[in-house]
């Protein structure tokens, strides 16, 4: 295994659009991005074996840091040698850097710029986080590309407090990067902001002054709308470097992605394929299907047809919904899989279509389908 | 797809017991006995998908017609195309009659010699079954292999009742193999009797002179004990037809299956695996484990050396330990996996034993190993 960084290169680029479809090389092998990421919470992207996430055509996973450092413990994985080994996953890995988690499970966080402290969700242990630390947590993890510690506020919040959590956003992305110690591991800057450009502005400069492998877009996805989300990307995206990956944090739902693309973002990670799975809920071109529903207790159909998924090629929405009405593990499993591949479809056809130079006239049309289909849509939950 | 019934056809007789290998057969493939089929209650061995079981080397599942009939219904599985359909298992399948459910399950039932009346386990609805009936629902289930609706008391049970049981199970066999109306289905009879040899004696009578394509026999594995077990295999199966088929439903560990397929058992079936699978239990050649043992928080072998399963080759004990820790799928998935690869293991070399006329030898040695390793160890559930 080569100890080199990963390195990024631009392969193409839409004419009418600032998308662009790149190949990110890692230690654990490429990634075409623009690239969708199924996020592996605790180790595992739930109910879902490694080959078949290959088979779904998935090649970068997210693991969260915050999960893994509460159990089973840093000091485990280390020892039976590393995240890919206890995840049985050879591709890359993407980690967080847990102050996500922090801050939307623990509500005894207390937060300066020195540190988090917050109490496990899981038996109340407190813990403490500083940039430091959650690098070298992340180092020993050894995924392919580490997140810095950032303070992600919640939406809405005053001026101040988002304010205070760019400054301390930056303060600690200098932290990290001066903490980084793992040279076959990419580090990513994170700007924070919320919805205000001046916010986004300084951060993404300061961030950029620091200098890191690639730059993510954190604090949006928390319910401040599509339209604020993508206003706030088209005035962040083109502060960023072009020859940099450029990750949204956390987006989200077909519309968003395809809207984000546009505007030239290259990885996106989210639980809305799993998580509404798991709750019976599938993803398709013609719109979102409920499988409890008692509409489907006979429907011999695929849950989409045309999809080349082993849920699809196999299952009724009959024998789904009957899965899901008797509590059967194979329900959650098979709507995960489906929706995974309905997001990998979407990703590969996105990169097809920037390499052809369509996507821009494509976008136009899918992007409202989209939305309606879907930013509307009741039951998307983002926590995994 | 033939609508020719099952053939069963003797390849290999092991010289030193009664151990043969055979093919059965089916209008949904081949069979090669002696074989263990994992247990698919509702339509689908919890947690695994088709393609996985054949790579596990499964060729036969087991599925409860009493789960069936109460959840998703037979008239919606006929609707959906048939029980094959609605598991998306290309391959032999044998539905139980129903009946052990009742027994096992339903509190509130009320059995004559016409019928068995019950109240379903879901949602309290009165439910009655007779022997027409459950071969019906077979028939309309279409799997490859239907049972006789069957009088299985609890063990222990007194004398009268046993005895009770035996003539209920004779009179309702007739009906059953009156009413069978699919061509394309094999129907086994079950020879009932606990552990009275006298009463055994007269049930295998009477029901094989009924006539089936092949015999159970039943109401074993209920507590009564391996050296039970076995004592009254040793005076059973020597009354059945050798040219038939036989099944001994519900058994069982490792060393239940050597001594049975000694005494010339052909098919069994066996939550074990994937029961025991899910409560973080592992077979293995050198003993079970415990996964959520804290002595396998850094154990980076795999659950079983040697073993070919997708778990034992990717997957340390350290993270199925804290899959099931954590309460993750992945865990008992894994382990169901594992467990039904280790049974499979365990069959494929028992049937290339008897072609090599090896096999008492290896029982002789094998039988005792197995026996003190599981028949003794405590955390063994039947039920699914």
Redesign the interface.
């Known amino acids: 295994m080569s100890i080199e960084p990963a390195k990024f290169k631009i392969i193409a680029r839409d004419a009418g659009s600032q998308a662009r479809t790149s190949l990110l090389d890692t230690p654990h092998g490429q990634v075409h991005t623009p690239v969708f990421c199924p996020v592996g919470t605790?180790?595992?992207v739930?109910?879902?074996?490694?080959?078949r996430l290959v088979e779904l055509g998935c090649s970068l996973i997210l693991a969260n840091t915050y999960?893994l450092l509460l159990?089973?413990g840093i000091d485990?994985i280390e020892?039976?040698?590393g995240l890919h080994?206890?995840?049985?996953w050879n591709g890359p890995i993407l980690t967080d850097s847990g102050g996500y988690q922090v801050f939307s499970l623990s509500p005894l966080t207390k937060i300066t710029d020195a540190s988090l402290e917050f109490a496990s969700h899981v038996d109340g242990q407190k813990i403490r986080l500083d940039p430091a630390i959650a690098t070298r947590i992340q180092n020993r993890l050894g995924s392919d590309i580490a997140m810095c510690l950032d303070h992600c506020p919640q939406y809405p919040c005053d001026s101040g407090q988002l304010s205070e959590a760019v400054e301390r956003t930056i303060l600690w992305a200098a932290e990290c990067k001066n903490a980084h110690d793992n040279p076959s591991q990419m580090l990513f800057g994170i700007v924070q902001g919320g919805t205000d450009p001046a916010l986004r502005k300084r951060c993404a400069e300061k961030i950029i002054e620091i200098d890191f492998d690639g730059y993510a877009i954190g604090g949006l996805g928390l319910g401040e709308g599509h339209t604020n989300m993508i206003g706030t990307l088209a005035a962040t995206t083109p502060l960023l470097p072009v020859g940099k990956p450029r990750y949204l944090m956390g987006v989200g739902t077909p519309a968003d992605i395809i809207a984000a693309v546009r505007l030239g973002i290259d990885i996106f990670d989210c639980v809305l394929p799993t998580r509404n799975g798991r709750n019976a809920y599938a993803f398709t071109k013609e719109g979102p299907l409920r499988l409890r529903n008692t509409a489907y207790?006979?429907?011999?159909a695929p849950i989409e047809a045309g999809c080349d998924c082993?849920c699809c090629k196999?299952?009724?929405r009959?024998?789904i919904?009957?899965?899901f009405?008797?509590g059967?593990?194979?329900g959650?499993?098979?709507l995960s899989i489906h929706n995974i591949r309905f997001y990998q479809r979407l990703m590969t056809e996105i990169r097809s279509l920037i390499a052809e130079n369509r996507f821009a006239s494509w976008a136009d049309k899918q992007m409202p389908i989209y939305y309606s289909l879907y930013n509307s849509s009741e039951g998307l939950s983002k926590k995994d």
Request: charged letters at 20%; glycine letters at 8%.
């Open positions: 605790t180790g595992t739930k109910g879902i074996l490694p080959d999960h159990r089973p485990v020892k039976i040698g080994k206890l995840m049985a207790t006979t429907d011999t082993c196999n299952f009724s009959a024998a919904r009957h899965y009405n008797v059967e593990m194979l959650p499993i098979l």
